[in-house]
């Protein structure tokens, strides 16, 4: 096992670069909340310090259950460098990825994932009960080249989504 851990950071002292670049994938969700068929869930793909892949979640828009804004801006950039790794790349993302897009920046070999929102800022049923959160994925998968960055921006991130203490009928759950 590895010695990783998840930090978390309060926005006033997160890294202006870190600042920077969340605010672009508010930006970004900004756009998933106005476009027909996407949802407010925005991602930015820096290597190197230049944005590589961006995006927000297109999942109904494209019928593709997969085409969450991390897998969305992990393709575009992957697709603009012409490879199939991000070995060094930072994604950031204004809601902590779920298991899937975890593991799809594990395969891309991401090294740092920041996000704003996190599971305890948002309604539960963006988690399935069952669902694992990215530090699990991550430690299981013995990666001890990827770090975690949770809670910038997140009083900016947060209000894209339903709040915790929501009152949500069933039927109206995004993940149910």
């Not at 851990?5 to 600042?19: E, Q, R, T």
């Not at 999942?59 to 991000?86: F, K, N, W, Y």
């Amino acid at each position: 096992m590895n010695d990783f851990a998840v930090a978390s950071v309060a926005s006033g002292d997160a890294d202006p670069a870190d600042i920077g670049y969340m605010q672009r994938a508010l930006g970004w969700a900004k756009k998933g909340e106005a476009a027909d068929g996407a949802s407010p869930i925005g991602c930015v793909i820096v290597l190197d310090g230049k944005i590589v892949g961006e995006g927000y979640n297109e999942t109904e828009m494209r019928h593709d259950p997969t085409a969450h804004a991390e897998i969305v801006s992990i393709r575009r950039a992957c697709e603009s460098l012409g490879q199939d790794e991000l070995r060094g790349a930072t994604l950031y993302t204004t809601l902590q990825p779920c298991g899937m897009c975890s593991m799809a920046s594990i395969w891309a070999k991401i090294g740092r994932i920041v996000y704003g929102a996190g599971r305890e800022d948002v309604h539960e049923m963006y988690f399935e009960e069952r669902d694992r959160s990215t530090v699990d994925y991550i430690l299981d998968a013995y990666k001890d080249d990827i770090t975690l960055l949770g809670g910038v921006l997140a009083d900016e991130c947060a209000p894209f989504y339903v709040g915790p203490d929501e009152v949500v009928p069933i039927q109206d759950q995004v993940n149910r």
